[in-house]
Nanobody, 124 residues
């Protein structure tokens, strides 16, 4: 089964940092564009960041620009989301997914092979 697996979530205080990891199961993700999305309770899943296969091109949601960094290590077949200066409004389940379809990089419909997500809670 083709799937991505997220890890690294947890409870962190406002202003803190976390690094999320995304690994592939059943395929090698180093050839594909990978995106991070998040879903807060009662809200729709939203785009966070995306990175192309080589790591040369990245895009971010305005809400995380300057605080989050998406990066990848193709030798380790991993994609990461480094999060700094976390805010309570960053609390959500974070998902990674592979961009499979043509379409906008920020659209959920462009992605597949979603993982189960990892919970990030920002609270004092």
């Amino acid at each position: 089964q083709l799937q991505l697996v997220e890890s690294g979530g947890g409870l962190v205080q406002p202003g803190g940092s976390l690094r999320l990891s995304c690994a592939a199961s059943g395929f090698s993700l180093e050839y594909y564009e990978i995106g991070w999305f998040r879903q807060a309770p009662g809200k729709e899943r939203e785009f966070v960041a995306t990175i192309n296969w080589s790591g040369s091109t990245t895009y971010y949601a305005d809400s995380v620009k300057g605080r989050f960094t998406i990066l990848r290590d193709n030798a380790k077949k991993m994609v990461y989301l480094q999060m700094y200066s976390l805010k309570p409004e960053d609390t959500a389940v974070y998902f990674c997914a592979q961009k499979v379809y043509t379409g906008n990089y920020y659209s959920l419909n462009s992605y597949d092979y979603w993982g189960q997500g990892t919970q990030v809670t920002v609270s004092s």
